[in-house]
């Protein structure tokens, strides 16, 4: 049976080395001189007169065996990222087979490890972007926390105000959540927050914040929207919730939602004003008698 030619590249300008390895090797391989590195086959690198720069990079592509000038350029060489050494005394067949073999082991060594390493960072980044997520999602409506609105709002208050454009917010109230915990239990409750969220969330702006604010509450932030607008949105939204039917499990449950909304500048100029603004507007809602949408009642005075 005859075997195949083996292929055995060499990245040189000598001629004359390209015929001695011909000669070395034999019909049973095809020994060609190449322009750079490119596969994963072991490549003879000439490094008689200088060291490439970038010889590490070459060798994550394949493993190399430097050609050196004598014994004391070989510590250089494969500090540079070779292998394996030879020198020209060293050009004979078995010294050369043996070098393959052993340029080709620690490059798979060197592969493994980098693989490892890889595997180790994205284990790593996924674990940074999970604890991450985790301090500014809330775990049970995979909206923001109230953490990460604090850590936000002032931002966004700061940006409207250096751009001169407005800034609104709603504080949404869900009207009979307490008595939903109260008479199925909290299970059922949570499932009713689950839904509301996620319907609402559907109707939000990418550039909006939407945040889990309290226990029963939800808050919207949403930059470039007028108070006018806001309110108009609200009332979607209320009319949305009012109208839909929830089950989570073999309930039908109808629940509604109180909205008080306010705006930046036209009612406050910091975070904590305007969060106590949509409170009171919250508030006038719920004395309303709730499934309503209510400004804060300072606006425009």
């Not at 005394?89 to 620690?106: F, H, K, N, S, V």
């Not at 490892?116 to 985790?134: D, G, I, K, P, S």
Request: glycine share 6%; aromatic share 4%.
């Amino acid at each position: 049976m005859v075997s195949a030619t083996q292929l055995f590249p060499v990245l040189t300008s000598d001629q004359a080395l390209i015929a001695q390895l011909s000669a070395l090797l034999g019909s049973a391989w095809q020994v060609v001189p190449v322009a750079t590195v490119a596969s994963s086959s072991p490549h003879l690198i000439d490094l008689r007169e200088q060291i490439p720069p970038d010889l590490a990079a070459q060798a994550e592509q394949s493993p190399l065996i430097g050609l050196v000038a004598d014994v004391d350029a070989a510590v250089a060489a494969l500090q540079a990222g070779a292998h394996e050494v030879l020198t020209v005394a060293d050009l004979q067949p078995l010294c050369l087979l043996r070098a393959l073999a052993t340029a080709q082991t620690r490059w798979q060594i060197e592969q493994t490890r980098r693989h490892q390493l890889a595997e180790a960072r994205a284990q790593a980044h996924a674990l940074t972007v999970r604890l991450q997520n985790e301090q500014i999602r809330d775990p049970l409506t995979g909206l923001y926390t109230r953490r990460y609105l604090n850590e936000t709002l002032e931002r966004e208050l700061r940006r409207a105000d250096r751009e001169q454009v407005v800034l609104s917010v709603a504080l949404i109230d869900i009207d009979q959540l307490e008595q939903v915990n109260w008479q199925f239990g909290r299970a059922l409750g949570d499932a009713v927050l689950q839904h509301l969220a996620s319907l609402i969330g559907r109707q939000v702006r990418g550039g909006d914040i939407f945040c889990r604010y309290g226990s029963d509450e939800l808050l919207l932030v949403l930059p470039r929207v007028t108070l006018e607008t806001i309110l108009h949105r609200a009332e979607q939204w209320r009319d949305a919730v009012a109208r839909t039917v929830i089950r989570p499990s073999t309930l039908d449950l109808q629940v509604t939602i109180s909205i008080g909304v306010a705006a930046f500048p036209r009612d406050a100029r910091n975070a904590a004003d305007l969060l106590s603004r949509a409170g009171e507007a919250l508030y006038a809602a719920k004395a309303a008698g709730g499934n309503c949408v209510r400004p804060w009642p300072g606006s425009g005075k």
